[in-house]
Each structure stands twice: as C-alpha cells, then as structure tokens.
C-alpha cells in the first residue's frame, strides 16, 4: 500500500572509527540531526554499517554506542518505525537490537512504495557483478559455524582481532570509495540496471559506497547513493515533492558524478 508522509535515509556511521574520539563526536552528531528529525519523520532507514564491528554475544553488550541506541529507542517507543538493514561490517548483529529497539531488521534489499513512489531500499554490499572474493567471504561470516566458533572467543580477544580486520578493511578500500568509476563500472549501478529491466522502481537507494551519487539508470528509475557521515555527513529524504539527498550541517552535498541524474 502507498503511504505519504516524509522518509529519512541514513547510512554507513562506522562508529568505532577510527578511534574513540572522533566516533563520540560522529555519534553526538548523529544524534542531534536524529533529535531533529523525529519532529517530522513517518519512517527511518538505517542502510547498514552503524558499527564498524559488532559481534553480539548471548550475554554481553559492546560497550559504547548509548546515546544512539537511546535516541533511537526513544523514536521508537513514539511509534515511529524504524528499519535497519544489516551491513558488511555488522553483519554479526542478531536479536538484542530489534528487541531492546523495537526495529524491523532487513538483511536484503526490500522494495516499498512511499509518497506514489516505488523504491528498492538495501545496504548495497555483495550485490551486483564481480567482487567474488568478498561474496565468499560473506557467506563465511554469515555462516552459523562461524558465528559460533567467534563466539568462542573471550570479547576482549575476539573485540580486538575483528576491530583490527574491520580496520584494515576500511583502509584498503577508502582510496576507491572516494572516486567515481564511471556509469558503466559503478557495481551499484549494474545492478540496479538488471533489476530496472524488468521491474517498475522509481529510486534505487542504497549506502556501502561512501560517495553520494545519482544516476539516471537506462532502463528507467534512478539509482541513489546517500553516502556517508564520516565524509559526507549526508542522509537522503523522501516527500511528496521527491528524493533528496543533504549534508547535515555541510555545505550542499555535491554528487560524485558531478550533476543529479549524470
């Protein structure tokens, strides 16, 4: 069924990156733009990578994090529903989260029409062609085995090791997260493509890249990257008058491809 109201995107926060200080600045930030938000929002979505690492043990919490967990909480009991779509650097993230915030968690990309609009909504990792190193290693990490084999691990051992790969990581892939491939390369982009051919999809949005981007897709539709708040601080908003992607507290979000729809 179409819903009208106005709809906010978010994604790719990293919180625990690249040290303690500058995640609690990102999450203060995080927090006020959500505190202001709240006073106009008929849904939320969160597009993955919150956390850059999260395990979630049967008994133990990561420390850190409670003043996003509290704001998003307090959303929630207002009655304001929140998605939250599973990332690749919190994929580990099970039942304590949709239960202590009351959050619909998707773990693939779903389709939703809003505002007359038909979107396709996800995180964004693991789709679309190549890449088949990482696509193994996440049918790995999502594997019970392994989840219960790092569950094993005392926390302050396993914590460590997986913020150390989670670190690594993120630095071998930043140098290609800030640079535009071009409209026949974006990964992203093909993808959608593939799905705009034979289905009906006004917005493709999704986060992961790091890099706001807009795409007018040959096959019809617009792909939609909302980027990131550790560069960008950028979020995407859905009314009636359309999509929208903004810099929270930024100059004008200036997509990588140069111009909306390029």
Same mark, same amino acid.
């Given at each position: 069924?179409?819903?009208?109201?106005?709809?906010?995107?978010?994604?790719?926060?990293?919180?625990?990156?690249?040290?303690?200080?500058?995640?609690?600045?990102?999450? &203060?930030?995080?927090?006020?733009?959500?505190?202001?938000?709240? @006073?106009?929002? +008929?849904?939320?979505?969160?597009?993955?990578?919150?956390?850059? /690492?999260?395990?979630?043990?049967? !008994?133990?919490?990561?420390? %850190?994090?409670?003043?996003?967990?509290? &704001?998003?909480?307090?959303?929630?009991?207002?009655?304001?529903?929140? =998605?939250?779509?599973?990332?690749? =650097?919190?994929?580990?993230?099970?039942?304590?989260?949709? $239960?202590?915030?009351?959050? !619909?968690?998707?773990?693939?990309?779903?389709?939703?029409?809003?505002?007359?609009?038909?979107?396709?909504?996800? =995180?964004?990792?693991?789709? %679309?062609? %190549?890449?088949?190193?990482?696509?193994?290693? &996440?049918?790995?990490?999502?594997?019970?085995?392994? $989840?219960?084999?790092?569950?094993?691990?005392?926390?302050?051992?396993?914590?460590?090791?997986?913020?150390?790969?989670?670190?690594?990581?993120?630095?071998?892939? $930043?140098?290609?997260?800030? &640079? /535009?491939?071009?409209? @026949?390369?974006?990964?992203?982009?093909?993808?959608?493509?593939?799905?705009?051919?034979?289905?009906?999809?006004?917005?493709?949005?999704?986060? =992961?890249?790091?890099?706001?981007?807009?795409?007018?897709?040959?096959?019809?539709?617009?792909?939609?990257?909302? %980027?990131?708040?550790? !560069?960008? /601080?950028?979020?995407?908003?859905?009314?009636?008058?359309?999509?929208?992607?903004?810099?929270?507290? +930024?100059?004008?979000?200036?997509?990588?491809? +140069?111009?909306?729809? $390029?």
């Amino acid at each position: 069924m179409a819903t009208k109201g106005k709809y906010y995107f978010a994604s790719d926060f990293h919180l625990g990156a690249p040290d303690k200080e500058s995640s609690f600045a990102r999450e &203060k930030r995080i927090v006020a733009w959500l505190d202001e938000i709240k @006073k106009d929002v +008929t849904e939320l979505f969160i597009l993955g990578d919150v956390f850059d /690492f999260w395990f979630e043990y049967k !008994t133990v919490v990561p420390r %850190g994090y409670v003043r996003l967990m509290g &704001k998003l909480a307090e959303i929630s009991d207002s009655g304001i529903p929140i =998605h939250w779509f599973i990332g690749n =650097h919190d994929m580990w993230i099970f039942d304590y989260i949709p $239960q202590e915030l009351n959050v !619909t968690m998707h773990r693939h990309p779903i389709r939703r029409e809003l505002n007359g609009k038909k979107l396709c909504i996800g =995180h964004g990792d693991g789709l %679309g062609p %190549g890449d088949h190193g990482y696509k193994f290693i &996440k049918k790995v990490f999502r594997a019970r085995f392994s $989840q219960w084999l790092f569950a094993r691990l005392h926390p302050n051992f396993g914590v460590g090791l997986a913020d150390y790969f989670s670190s690594s990581s993120r630095k071998t892939s $930043q140098e290609s997260d800030r &640079k /535009f491939l071009g409209k @026949k390369n974006e990964w992203l982009a093909i993808y959608c493509e593939e799905i705009a051919a034979n289905e009906d999809v006004d917005y493709f949005v999704f986060g =992961h890249r790091h890099l706001p981007m807009r795409l007018n897709l040959d096959n019809g539709g617009e792909y939609i990257n909302i %980027g990131d708040w550790i !560069t960008n /601080f950028s979020y995407g908003v859905l009314d009636e008058s359309g999509f929208e992607v903004k810099g929270y507290g +930024t100059n004008p979000i200036v997509y990588s491809n +140069t111009s909306p729809g $390029q």
